[in-house]
């Protein structure tokens, strides 16, 4: 990585990692469990559903997430407990149904049951464990890690910080073809799989620059998308 490239990294993480521009953005669901002082258990199964439908236009998130935390009444743990899930195949969130919402509610029923936090569990073990999903040992899990960036960073400004057993150093970039587009532009990787490979070679690359903390570089990457949409 060359130093201007580098600096540029450092500006725009520094610009771009602030609330003013994640108001509209799944991670406000997450946000709005910590403002009214739910639990932790609240907190997380707000960001394992945030994450989850965090794929497409950020108002159709939005729009979508909301519909969710209303059939939950927003009281998302009372709602995980209590068993009675709305168990159709309409669509909540483009190809998300209702039903897969009801299997993943169930799961972390049984979960919640037996335990007091997600953290504990690696990404790999949330793939499989909440979301009942086979191995794949190339999968990057982009809204996994997303949701364990939300969790973990601690910085105060838009990250959660709530998981204080895990540090910030061990995430991963949440790679889809955004970040991923963005990421190659910049010449942080020249693979062509968007994979947990490449995932592991941008982290990487961040590392040099923050060695402690190298998903900040999701905001540095953020903010290139923000600079280069013409």
Not at 96 to 121: F, N, P
Request: proline share 4%; hydrophobic share 40%; aromatic share 10%.
């Amino acid at each position: 990585m060359t130093e201007k490239t580098a600096g540029l990294l450092r500006e725009w993480a520094e610009e771009y990692n602030d609330l003013k521009y994640f108001q509209d953005d799944p991670i406000a669901f997450p946000r709005e469990f910590v403002r009214r002082g739910a639990s932790l258990q609240d907190i997380e199964i707000a960001a394992v559903f945030a994450s989850h439908l965090a794929w497409g236009r950020r108002a159709m998130i939005c729009r979508d997430c909301e519909r969710l935390f209303d059939e939950m009444e927003w009281r998302p743990l009372d709602y995980v407990m209590a068993g009675a899930y709305r168990n159709d195949d309409t669509s909540l969130h483009r190809t998300v149904k209702w039903s897969e919402i009801a299997g993943i509610c169930g799961r972390l029923r049984e979960w919640y049951t037996w335990h007091d936090t997600l953290e504990v569990l690696s990404a790999k073990e949330i793939r499989s464990i909440v979301f009942r999903r086979k191995d794949d040992p190339k999968a990057p899990d982009k809204k996994i890690n997303l949701m364990r960036r939300w969790m973990v960073r601690n910085d105060g400004k838009v990250d959660l910080g709530l998981w204080q057993d895990t540090s910030p150093a061990d995430l991963l970039v949440p790679l889809d073809v955004h970040v991923y587009g963005q990421a190659k532009a910049l010449r942080l990787t020249r693979r062509k799989q968007k994979d947990i490979v490449t995932a592991q070679e941008i982290t990487g690359k961040f590392k040099e620059i923050w060695p402690d903390d190298p998903v900040l570089g999701d905001y540095a990457l953020f903010g290139y998308g923000v600079t280069h949409n013409d």
